[in-house]
């Protein structure tokens, strides 16, 4: 199969991922595009949507998984992204390298395992490495189970784990991957990806 992969600029790209997110019910806090523009507007980042053939209608395209990955500096400045560096700071090394965090992403319930996740994932660790990033990192939580397995099978490692004082489920799960040139090499995604306007 090959993966159709569009890559956002940041205003139509925030739009577009706060669209998709409402076909996410089971996640209560959804992005707003005025929150994904503050967070991507001063840093590297890349906005990619994954689109499919709908089942019923061959003849209609629609977006089914997107990933939202961007720079995450040692000096940060918006709060969450202070506090994410501060507790990654024993686990991930910023000197002189540069860190990619993996921010937001999923896929449709009625598109999941078809592989369009780990597409988004090979393409995205792609072009960090072309942009010599050395490292993406995630947080996911205990209860996300279909992330944790995915993540798993995509290779990530365990770097961290914060415990939640009442509830494990809630308990936080850091993850990290080295983005070498044998992690690029050993991609199995065939993707085709445009540029949106
Ligand atoms: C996790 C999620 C993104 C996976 O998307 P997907 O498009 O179904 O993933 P893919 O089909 O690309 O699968 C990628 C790999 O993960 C594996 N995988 C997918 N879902 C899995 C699951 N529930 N358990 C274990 N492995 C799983 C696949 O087998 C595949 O492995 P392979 O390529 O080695 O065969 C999707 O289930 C989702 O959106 N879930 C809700 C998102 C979420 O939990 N967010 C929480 C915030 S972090």
Not at 33 to 47: M, Q, S
Not at 60 to 65: E, T, W
Request: aromatic share 10%.
């Amino acid at each position: 199969m090959e993966y159709l992969i569009k890559q956002y600029p940041l205003e139509t790209g925030a739009l577009e991922i706060q669209y998709i997110e409402e076909f996410f019910g089971e996640f209560p806090r959804k992005k707003t595009a005025r929150e994904i523009v503050d967070r991507l507007r001063d840093r590297e980042f890349l906005i990619l949507i994954a689109e499919a053939r709908l089942p019923d209608d061959q003849g209609m395209i629609a977006p089914v998984a997107f990933k939202v990955v961007h720079e995450l500096k040692r000096q940060e400045r918006e709060p969450k992204l202070v506090e994410l560096v501060a507790k990654l700071s024993d686990s991930v090394t910023f000197e002189d390298r540069k860190v990619l965090y993996s921010w937001i992403g999923g896929t449709r319930r009625d598109w999941r395992s078809q592989g369009h996740f780990r597409a988004l994932t090979e393409e995205s660790e792609a072009w960090a490495h072309a942009c010599g990033f050395h490292e993406v990192v995630v947080k996911t939580k205990n209860r996300f189970y279909d992330m944790r397995g995915t993540l798993d099978q995509l290779e990530f490692d365990v770097i961290k784990y914060e415990i939640h004082p009442k509830d494990n489920r809630e308990s936080k799960v850091y993850l990290s991957k080295r983005l070498t040139s044998d992690v690029v090499r050993a991609h199995t995604s065939t993707r085709t990806v445009v540029f949106a306007e």
